[in-house]
C-alpha cells in the first residue's frame, strides 16, 4: 500500500523557518520523482517544487525560489522541504506529491505575526 506521511508544519513569524519531512512507503521510493504542492483555503493547489532521482538539484515555483529547498534521503525514503524566510503568502497546506498519482495527507504551515 503506497503511503505518503508529511510532517514539520506548524505556526511560525514572519522570517522564520520550518522543515518539512514526507515518510515514503509502499513503493520504490529511490526510482520516484517526487514533488511538494500547497494549497490555501478558496485557492488552487500549486505546484512547489520538485526533485527527481537523477539529479541532486531541485525545481521551484517563482515564489519560493531562493527561500525553499527541497531534498531526499534514499536510504530513509523521505523527502523535505527546508523553508527560510518564510512570508504571510506562505501559509497554506503542504502537500508531499509522488509521481504516479499519490498524495500525503498534508500539513499545516501558517506564517503570522
Known amino acids: 500500500q503506497v503511503q505518503l506521511v508529511e510532517s514539520g508544519g506548524g505556526l511560525v513569524q514572519p522570517g522564520g523557518s520550518l522543515r518539512l519531512s514526507c515518510a515514503a512507503s509502499?513503493?520504490?521510493?529511490?526510482?520516484?520523482?517526487m514533488r511538494w504542492y500547497r494549497q490555501a483555503p478558496g485557492k488552487e493547489r500549486e505546484w512547489v517544487a520538485t526533485i527527481s532521482n537523477l539529479s541532486s538539484n531541485g525545481n521551484y515555483a517563482d515564489s519560493v525560489k531562493g527561500r525553499f529547498t527541497i531534498s531526499r534521503d534514499n536510504a530513509k525514503n523521505t523527502v523535505y522541504l527546508q523553508m527560510n524566510n518564510l512570508k504571510p503568502e506562505d501559509t497554506a497546506v503542504y502537500y508531499c506529491y509522488a509521481m504516479g498519482g499519490h498524495w500525503g495527507q498534508g500539513t499545516q504551515v501558517t506564517v503570522s505575526s
Open positions: 509502499g513503493f520504490t521510493f529511490s526510482n520516484t520523482l
